[in-house]
């Protein structure tokens, strides 16, 4: 049977939705997102940068090539990324330094993804070009422009609030404010950017889909971190989920269980990241042993139920820039997916779905002294902490994956 996928020029009858993205680790929203068209009737590619190594893949993934030609410069700007990414620590200042000298000096902001994606994305003809975040916004108009297609910006961050340097900051607002007039749909993450992006470009009815998760069933709770541990049964977790990154506030959350006064309170740290041996030495120097726990990352699929397995997560991030002002973290949702109250910065969007929904406690998470006070707070007032275990059932039915799906597919169905 021939794939249709690798021979793009072949028509199928359902409309074809082609997404784009630069990243090599495919987005849960992205996926999900996919999902849902396909049970909708739609086709779906999804256009990616390349894996370091052989792995298995999506099967409606197509991964750009490395050939030479147009691209060459930056297929070794990519090579030598790789390299840097595997050596330094991604969101360390040495990584952000440089950078700012590849943007700066190597490569230009606008064209660079463009040249690299163009040839791969332009063997097909689909419905819509979906340009998931704003360096695939260039390619995507263009690629949309040529053949006649419906051009949708999924906006997963206000990207270019993120901290980069002011010169960079201004080439990606003049990227954006370039293209986002050619768009059929702009979708984004949450309310504020929403609001953000409507109003630096004079646009309107930019639609809100939540990176929620999937809950058509409840992860079963378990007590699989005090068996993975050896913890008594008194011992109450709280939950660090995700990349282990620099930028992400994560020494101070260690810091910050010297300060805890609650015995019964340990951390968990889920998750993988170049910064973890520093956090593991930063907790051994502390002092605190038997108060902080590593545990490998587990893949997105059994993630949930080994959530479900603590009493609390923690989301400590800072805004270090705008765009972490307005973030909702995928952590955020799957917190809310897997029942647990959260503990979080105290941030417009996070306040607006912890505090609005009351499933937990925000505040200021910015000295290691500061978060143990919340810490020792959350599990103070045992009525308090059972109403919000309560409310939990109720709000991930209403902030899920199937309640956004409806939202999305109405949206892409106004394109057919």
């Known amino acids: ?91 360390g200042r040495l990584m952000r330094w440089m950078k700012r000298l590849t943007w700066r000096y190597l490569v230009d902001q606008e064209s660079f993804y463009s040249r690299l994606f163009y040839s791969t994305a332009a063997q097909y003809k689909p419905r819509v070009f979906v340009a998931n975040d704003l360096p695939m916004l260039p390619v995507a108009s263009q690629l949309a422009k040529a053949c006649g297609a419906k051009l949708v910006y999924d906006s997963h961050e206000l990207y270019s609030e993120q901290e980069f340097s002011d010169r960079e900051k201004r080439g990606w607002a003049e990227i954006e404010a370039k293209y986002i007039g050619t768009c059929d749909l702009v979708i984004t993450v949450n309310p504020s950017i929403a609001s953000e992006l409507e109003k630096r470009y004079g646009i309107e009815g930019v639609k809100v889909i939540y990176n929620a998760e999937r809950t058509h069933t409840a992860p079963a709770v378990s007590r699989r971190f005090h068996e993975v541990f050896g913890l008594s049964a008194d011992k109450e977790i709280v939950l660090l989920q995700g990349g282990i990154s620099a930028g992400r506030n994560l020494e101070v959350l260690v810091e910050a269980m010297r300060y805890v006064k609650n015995s019964a ?40 139920a080994l959530t479900a397995a603590a009493n609390v997560g923690v989301i400590p991030y800072q805004a270090t820039c705008l765009n972490n002002h307005y973030c909702t973290p995928n952590k955020l949702f799957e917190f809310i997916a897997a029942g647990l109250p959260i503990l979080a910065t105290d941030l417009p969007e996070i306040r607006r779905l912890v505090e609005g ?53 109405e949206l892409y169905e106004a394109l057919r």
């Open 357 to 409: 929904q009351q499933i937990g406690l925000v505040g200021n998470t910015s000295s290691a002294q500061a978060l143990a006070v919340l810490m020792d707070d959350v599990f103070s007032d045992k009525q308090r902490f059972g109403s919000w275990k309560a409310r939990m059932s109720v709000v991930r039915q209403r902030i899920c994956w199937e309640q956004e799906e409806k939202k999305l597919v």
């Open 1 to 91: 049977m021939v794939n249709a996928r690798q021979h793009p020029e072949m028509k199928s009858p359902k409309p074809l939705a082609v997404m784009l993205t630069p990243d090599r680790q495919i987005d849960r929203r992205i996926l999900l997102s996919a999902d849902s068209l396909e049970a909708a009737g739609w086709d779906v590619t999804i256009i990616a940068m390349p894996l370091d190594a052989q792995a298995a893949d999506d099967r409606r993934v197509v991964r750009i090539g490395s050939q030479a030609g147009p691209a060459s410069r930056e297929n070794r700007v990519l090579d030598a990324y790789r390299w840097m990414r595997g050596h330094l620590p991604m969101n």
């Open 265 to 304: 309170v340990v951390l968990v740290v889920l998750g993988d990241g170049l910064l973890l041996n520093s956090l593991q030495k930063l907790a051994q120097q502390a002092g605190i042993k038997g108060r902080i726990y590593f545990h490998a990352a587990v893949p997105q699929n059994e993630l949930l």
